[in-house]
C-alpha cells in the first residue's frame, strides 16, 4: 500500500513539474513582432450594380489580394506591402485606393506614403482617433486568441478589429490603431474589405521604420492633403468625394 501511495506522489509531482514548466506558445509576450497579412477586397461589391458596370466586371477579378507586412519594435512599427508576385493580375489603380499603402506609427504620430493618380504623396500628421468598444467575443488568428473591438469612423463606416494582447503595441494594417495589443484581424464592410494576420514571427528581422526619400513626393498633413485634393477636383468637393477622401487612409 505505501509503494502505490509512493508512486501516485511522484506521478502527481511529474505532472505539476510539467504544468509549471511548460508555457503556452500564445504566452509570449513580444514588443519585437512581424506580421505577415493578407488583404482581400470584394471589386464587384465595390463597383456597385449600375447595369454599366456589368462589362467591367467581366475583365476585373472578383477579388484582389494583397500581401503586407507589419514590423514593431519599441513602440515603433512600419507596415508596407510586399511585391506582388509574377503572373498576379493588375487591378486597375482607380479600384484600389488604399492600395501600396506604406505607414509608420510612432507615438501620437503617423506618415503615410502613396499614390494618388501620378501624386506621389507623404501625409505626416497626429494619429487620426478611433473611439473603440472592446466586446467578449474572441477568435484565434495566426495563433493568438484574439479579442474584437468595434469602432465607428466618420459616422457611417463600422470597424471591426480584433487584437492579439500577447503582441505588445497598438498598431494594425494602415493607420488602424489605438487598441492595448496589435490587430491581427481587421474588417470594414463599407469598403467591403479585410485584413486578416497568415503568420506571425516573434521578432523584427531588418526592421528599419524609415520612408525613402522619392522624387517628386510632396508632404502634407491631413487638412492640406484635402486641400490638395480640391484643387485637383477643380472645387467639385461633395459628400462622393469626401468619403473618398477617407478611403484613401485605408
Given at each position: 500500500?505505501?509503494?502505490?501511495?509512493?508512486?501516485?506522489g511522484?506521478f502527481?509531482t511529474?505532472?505539476?513539474?510539467?504544468?509549471?514548466s511548460v508555457?503556452?506558445?500564445?504566452?509570449q509576450?513580444?514588443?519585437?513582432?512581424?506580421?505577415?497579412?493578407?488583404?482581400?477586397?470584394?471589386l464587384?461589391?465595390?463597383?456597385?450594380?449600375?447595369?454599366?458596370?456589368?462589362n467591367?466586371?467581366?475583365?476585373?477579378?472578383k477579388y484582389?489580394?494583397?500581401?503586407?507586412i507589419?514590423?514593431?519594435?519599441?513602440?515603433?512599427?512600419?507596415?508596407y506591402?510586399l511585391p506582388?508576385?509574377?503572373g498576379?493580375?493588375?487591378?486597375?489603380?482607380?479600384?484600389t485606393?488604399?492600395?501600396?499603402?506604406?505607414v509608420?506609427m510612432?507615438g501620437?504620430s503617423f506618415?503615410?506614403?502613396?499614390?494618388?493618380?501620378?501624386l506621389k504623396v507623404?501625409v505626416r500628421?497626429s494619429?487620426i482617433?478611433?473611439?473603440w468598444?472592446i466586446?467578449?467575443?474572441?477568435?484565434?488568428i495566426a495563433?493568438?486568441?484574439c479579442?474584437?473591438?468595434?469602432a465607428r469612423?466618420?459616422?457611417?463606416?463600422?470597424?471591426?478589429?480584433f487584437?492579439?494582447?500577447e503582441l505588445?503595441?497598438?498598431?494594425?494594417?494602415?493607420v488602424?490603431?489605438?487598441l492595448p495589443?496589435?490587430?491581427?484581424?481587421l474588417?470594414?464592410?463599407?469598403?467591403?474589405?479585410?485584413?486578416?494576420?497568415?503568420?506571425?514571427e516573434l521578432?523584427?528581422?531588418g526592421f528599419?521604420?524609415?520612408?525613402k526619400p522619392v522624387?517628386?513626393e510632396k508632404?502634407?498633413?491631413?487638412e492640406?492633403?484635402?486641400t490638395?485634393?480640391k484643387i485637383?477636383?477643380?472645387?467639385?468637393w461633395?459628400?462622393?468625394?469626401?468619403k473618398?477622401?477617407?478611403k484613401l487612409?485605408?
Amino acid at each position: 500500500m505505501k509503494s502505490i501511495v509512493n508512486k501516485i506522489g511522484i506521478f502527481i509531482t511529474c505532472i505539476l513539474f510539467y504544468l509549471i514548466s511548460v508555457k503556452p506558445l500564445t504566452a509570449q509576450f513580444s514588443d519585437s513582432f512581424t506580421v505577415y497579412y493578407t488583404k482581400t477586397t470584394n471589386l464587384h461589391k465595390n463597383l456597385g450594380n449600375e447595369p454599366w458596370m456589368e462589362n467591367i466586371k467581366k475583365v476585373v477579378p472578383k477579388y484582389s489580394k494583397e500581401k503586407y507586412i507589419l514590423k514593431g519594435k519599441n513602440g515603433i512599427s512600419h507596415y508596407y506591402p510586399l511585391p506582388k508576385e509574377e503572373g498576379e493580375a493588375q487591378i486597375p489603380v482607380w479600384l484600389t485606393n488604399g492600395s501600396n499603402n506604406e505607414v509608420i506609427m510612432q507615438g501620437d504620430s503617423f506618415t503615410l506614403r502613396k499614390e494618388v493618380y501620378e501624386l506621389k504623396v507623404r501625409v505626416r500628421d497626429s494619429v487620426i482617433p478611433f473611439k473603440w468598444k472592446i466586446t467578449n467575443d474572441k477568435r484565434s488568428i495566426a495563433g493568438y486568441n484574439c479579442r474584437k473591438a468595434i469602432a465607428r469612423f466618420q459616422d457611417t463606416v463600422m470597424i471591426y478589429a480584433f487584437y492579439a494582447e500577447e503582441l505588445v503595441g497598438t498598431s494594425g494594417p494602415e493607420v488602424v490603431q489605438g487598441l492595448p495589443g496589435v490587430i491581427l484581424g481587421l474588417g470594414i464592410p463599407t469598403y467591403n474589405t479585410t485584413w486578416f494576420a497568415d503568420k506571425v514571427e516573434l521578432n523584427a528581422a531588418g526592421f528599419s521604420p524609415v520612408l525613402k526619400p522619392v522624387k517628386k513626393e510632396k508632404e502634407y498633413n491631413r487638412e492640406s492633403f484635402r486641400t490638395e485634393l480640391k484643387i485637383i477636383f477643380k472645387g467639385g468637393w461633395d459628400n462622393r468625394i469626401e468619403k473618398m477622401y477617407w478611403k484613401l487612409f485605408f
